[in-house]
């Protein structure tokens, strides 16, 4: 195995810079899509992968969650929170045109995060999905010739030679996106790059049969021993329509007697709990 670090890539996507602040120097290597880097560290290819999880404007990264709960074998083992900066860049024989520019190329999340700059300054022009805003930007920058643009970060920019024409488009200036660190056993990964925030332990909860109060007797398990939950989430299970699996963090580390005896009492009501992770999480500051 010659890389152990797996991402969402290109260089220049915002899961890079998670993976540049938490592995500084380390070797990594891009996958283009988020079940590429679960298929990447489930076969062995690496050792461990950043993918993001959830955004401050767009809520959780559904297909890392889904995927998240499939693959029960990998454990979340360390969160990164990342300050999330959007800027359209076009390439540099377009910068006269930009507001001409046809077609504007993003992940998902990103367009959304830009939404009053796409209606209001750019409402002419189509928006197109893509893998990353890392990929996007490379997109663009192969294509001179055509009146497209991105909206990615500042080193896709530099990565791609391309121009930003607008910088910080995102609707609101408190915008982060989280990421998680996968690996297939649950041994805690931390750095030396940066001081730990805190920890978080994550549980994925199957409730029993649909009866009144389950998820207050889920809640109150947590709630009595004064357990502090940072979220509460629920996904599909895709079995049938209304049948859900919860997914909760909780603000502290496992430890040898409360997060157990919480996993006794709920089993001990019909629920089924697997713990997704226990880990450190961290902040890269503002620039
Ligand atoms: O496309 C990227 O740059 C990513 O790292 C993915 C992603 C996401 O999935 O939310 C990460 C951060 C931003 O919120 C936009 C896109």
């Known amino acids: 195995m010659s890389y152990s670090i797996g991402y969402l890539g290109p260089k220049g996507t915002f899961t890079s810079i998670a993976v540049d602040a938490l592995f500084k120097g380390e070797r ?12 990447a560290v489930k076969f062995g290819h690496v050792k461990f992968v950043v993918v993001p999880l959830e955004n401050t404007l767009e809520g959780t990264v559904n297909l890392t969650l889904d995927y998240l709960i499939e693959s029960k074998s990998l454990k979340i083992v360390s969160e990164i929170v990342v300050p999330i900066k959007q800027h359209f860049m076009v390439h540099k024989r377009n910068v ?5 520019i046809e077609a504007i190329y993003s992940h998902p999340h990103a367009l959304a995060q830009c939404h009053y ?26 294509h001179p010739n055509r009146l497209i643009g991105a909206i990615a970060n500042e080193q896709a920019a530099a990565t791609f030679d391309l121009e930003i024409v607008k910088a910080n488009i995102h609707d609101i200036l408190n915008n982060h996106t989280r990421f998680v660190v996968l690996h297939k056993n649950d ?5 030396k790059h940066m001081p730990i925030k ?10 029993p049969t649909d009866h009144a109060g389950a998820l207050h007797q889920v809640l109150s398990a947590f709630a009595w ?7 509460i989430e629920s996904r599909p299970m895709k079995t049938s ?6 997914l909760i963090d909780i603000e502290q580390k496992m430890d040898d007697i409360l997060i157990p005896n919480t996993i006794q009492e709920l089993e001990a009501i019909g629920c089924q709990v697997e713990v997704l992770g226990s880990y450190p999480y961290y902040h890269v500051n503002e620039r």
């Not at 990594?28 to 298929?39: A, E, K, L």
């Not at 006269?96 to 001409?100: S, Y």
């Not at 999905?129 to 920058?141: H, K, P």
């Not at 329509?241 to 919860?246: A, I, K, P, R, S």
Request: hydrophobic share 35%; net charge positive; proline share 3%.
């Open 28 to 39: 990594h290597m891009p996958y283009q899509t988020i079940p590429n880097c679960f298929d």
């Open 96 to 100: 006269d045109k930009w507001r001409d």
């Open 198 to 207: 805190g920890f978080k332990t994550t549980f994925m909860i199957a409730l």
């Open 241 to 246: 329509l209304g049948q859900y699996y919860f």
């Open 187 to 191: 041994t805690a990964l931390r750095t």
């Open 225 to 231: 021993r004064r357990i502090n939950l940072s979220k």
């Open 117 to 142: 700059f796409l209606t209001q300054t750019m409402r002419g022009a189509k928006k197109e999905t893509f893998n990353s805003t890392g990929a996007a930007a490379e997109l663009v920058s192969q």
